[in-house]
C-alpha cells in the first residue's frame, strides 16, 4: 500500500498516540521545572521554529490528500476560494491551483500549457522546505508559450525527456502553487476558461513519460482545505512524521540531535511520556508566538519612514534564493518565522507582484479585531494592474473563519472613491453607517493583519517613493 493510500490510517494512529499521551500530560511550569526539562523545552521551542517551513508544506499536502488529491493529481478552485481555503496569507481574487509530488522513486514531469483565451497561469514550483525551483508560466520562465518542467534527484544521471527544463530537486517532495491570471477579474466567462486551462496541466513520473499520459483533477472548490500547520503538542507528532520521509541535510543534523535529544528520533519510534508531551504542550504555541513577534515585528524591515508597514519577507531571501542559507551559517529563525506567514516562495519576486505587511497601530498595539480603524489608500497607486487589502488572522496567517468578504480592491465597482482619489476602508467588527461597500469586518475574539498587495508594480512603489498611510483608530 503506497503513501497516499496509507495516510490517513497512519494520521489515525499518529493522533491516537498523541491524544493519549496529551491526557496523561501535566501542565509544564519553566519555573518550578528541572534545569534538563527547561533544557528540553527550550530545544523544543528551537525545533518547532527550525521547522516551520516543513510543516506548512507538510499540512498543504495532507489536506490536499484528503481532499482527494493525492501525488500527480492537480487540484483546483472553479471558483475563487473563500475562507474555508485555511493555508498561510492566500488571495482571494483568483482561483488557486494545486499539486505535489514525489521524486523518490525517479523523475517527475510537471507540464504547463501554453496561455490560450486570453488567459495565463503563473506559480512557482518548489522543494519540501519551499526554496523556489523556478518560476512557471506566463510571468514564469517559459512566459506563457508552455514548458516541460522535469524534477531529478540529487546526483542524476538517468535518461531526460526531449526539451525538458530540467531542476535537481534536493527533497523527495515537491510541490506547486499556481494562479490563473484573469485579465477582467473572475467573471464566470473568465473562470470557466481557467479551469479548461487548469486541465491541460500534466504532472507524471518519467517512467510514464512513453505511454498515454492521464492526469486527473480535482475540484476542490468549497471544501474544507486545514493547512495551516496547528502549533501545539501535536506538532511533533508531524515533525516526526516528516523527518522520516525527507533527505535529512548536512545543515540539519545538529538538529536532529536536538529532535532525538525530545523523543523525535528519525527511523525511531515517537512515544512522549506525559512529562515529554506536557514540554510539547508548551513549546509548540510559545514557538508560533515568537515567530509572529519576529516576522511582524523583528525581521521585516520597515519600507516607510515613520510608517508601521513592512515588506513581506525579512532581508535575506533574494541574496539566498529564499533558503536563508549564508556561506557561514542557516538562518533558519528568519525562515521559519517567514513561512508562519506565506505558503509559497516565488523565484523572481518583485517583477509581476509586490506585497507589505501591517499588523499593528502607530503606537504599537496588534490590530485588534473588536476595535474600529480606517486605512487610507492613497489616490493614484502606482500599479499596472490593481492593488487589494485583505485581512487575514494574526495566528493563523490564513483567512478569519466565517467572515466574507477579507478583501477591498481597485476594480471593485461598489467600493466609494474619496473626491481626492483616495479609498478609505474601514475595519471592525460592525459596519460604520453608509460604509458597507468599504467595510472589511473582523473577529471581535481575535487579532488580525492586513497585506496590501500590489500586481504590476511600478518603481515608485518599489523604491518607496510612493508611501502608504498607518491605520487609524476609529474608538
Given at each position: 500500500m503506497g503513501w497516499f493510500n496509507k495516510l490517513k490510517s497512519f494520521k489515525a494512529l499518529a493522533f491516537g498516540v498523541i491524544v493519549a499521551s496529551t491526557g496523561q500530560a501535566e501542565e509544564f511550569d519553566a519555573s518550578t521545572a528541572s534545569f534538563a526539562d527547561r533544557m528540553n523545552y527550550y530545544r523544543a521551542v528551537?525545533?518547532?521554529?527550525?521547522?516551520?517551513?516543513?510543516?506548512?508544506?507538510?499540512?498543504?499536502r495532507d489536506a490536499l490528500a484528503e481532499a482527494g488529491v493525492g501525488p500527480n493529481v492537480?487540484?483546483?478552485n472553479s471558483q475563487v476560494q473563500d475562507w474555508r481555503f485555511q493555508t498561510a496569507t492566500p488571495n482571494n481574487t483568483t482561483p488557486y491551483i494545486h499539486a505535489y509530488w514525489n521524486i523518490k522513486d525517479g523523475p517527475v514531469v510537471f507540464e504547463m500549457p501554453p496561455s490560450a483565451d486570453g488567459i495565463g497561469i503563473f506559480g512557482t514550483i518548489m522543494d519540501a522546505w519551499q526554496r523556489p525551483?523556478?518560476?512557471?508560466?506566463s510571468k514564469g520562465r517559459d512566459r506563457g508559450l508552455g514548458a516541460k518542467y522535469m524534477m531529478v534527484p540529487a546526483n542524476y544521471d538517468g535518461p531526460l525527456v526531449p526539451n525538458a527544463l530540467v531542476y535537481e530537486q534536493d527533497t523527495n517532495f515537491g510541490f506547486a502553487v499556481l494562479r490563473p491570471i484573469l485579465a477582467g477579474g473572475a467573471t464566470e466567462e473568465n473562470l470557466a476558461k481557467a479551469t479548461a486551462l487548469t486541465k491541460q496541466i500534466r504532472v507524471y513520473a518519467l517512467s510514464e513519460a512513453d505511454g498515454e499520459i492521464a492526469t486527473d483533477y480535482v475540484d476542490v472548490y468549497g471544501l474544507p482545505l486545514e493547512m495551516t500547520p496547528k502549533m501545539d503538542g501535536e506538532i511533533y507528532g508531524h515533525i516526526h512524521e516528516m523527518i522520516g520521509e525527507e533527505v535529512v541535510f548536512d545543515r540539519d543534523l545538529a538538529m536532529m540531535g536536538a529532535l532525538a535529544r525530545i523523543g523525535v528520533k528519525r527511523n525511531g519510534p515517537f512515544e512522549p511520556d506525559s512529562t515529554m508531551q506536557a514540554i510539547y504542550d508548551a513549546a509548540g504555541p510559545d514557538a508560533l508566538e515568537y515567530m509572529i513577534d519576529q516576522y511582524h515585528r523583528v525581521l521585516n524591515p520597515f519600507v516607510f519612514e515613520g510608517r508601521k508597514w513592512s515588506a513581506l519577507v525579512?532581508?535575506?531571501?533574494?541574496?539566498?534564493?529564499?533558503?536563508?542559507?549564508?556561506p557561514s551559517y542557516y538562518d533558519y529563525v528568519a525562515r521559519g518565522?517567514?513561512?508562519?506567514?506565506?505558503?509559497?516562495?516565488?523565484k523572481n519576486y518583485g517583477t509581476a507582484t509586490y506585497y507589505l505587511d501591517?499588523?499593528?497601530?502607530?503606537?504599537?498595539?496588534?490590530?485588534d479585531g473588536s476595535r474600529n480603524y480606517k486605512l487610507n489608500v492613497p489616490a493614484n497607486v502606482p500599479v499596472r494592474d490593481f492593488w487589494s487589502i485583505t485581512t487575514y488572522d494574526l495566528v493563523t496567517a490564513s483567512y478569519l473563519r466565517d467572515i466574507n468578504p477579507s478583501t477591498i480592491d481597485s476594480t471593485m465597482p461598489d467600493v466609494v472613491k474619496n473626491d481626492d482619489g483616495s479609498v478609505d476602508i474601514y475595519f471592525g467588527p460592525d459596519a460604520p453607517a453608509d460604509k458597507e461597500s468599504n467595510w472589511l469586518p473582523t473577529d471581535p475574539k481575535r487579532r488580525f493583519f492586513?497585506?496590501?498587495?500590489?500586481?504590476g508594480p511600478e518603481p515608485s512603489l518599489l523604491d518607496s517613493s510612493f508611501i502608504l498611510n498607518d491605520m487609524e483608530r476609529m474608538d
Open positions: 528551537d525545533a518547532a521554529v527550525w521547522a516551520m517551513p516543513l510543516m506548512n508544506f507538510k499540512f498543504y492537480v487540484g483546483y525551483l523556478d518560476d512557471v508560466g525579512p532581508d535575506g531571501s533574494r541574496e539566498t534564493e529564499w533558503s536563508y542559507e549564508y518565522a517567514l513561512y508562519y506567514a506565506i505558503i509559497t516562495s516565488v501591517l499588523a499593528e497601530t502607530p503606537d504599537g498595539e496588534w490590530l492586513l497585506l496590501a498587495r500590489f500586481y
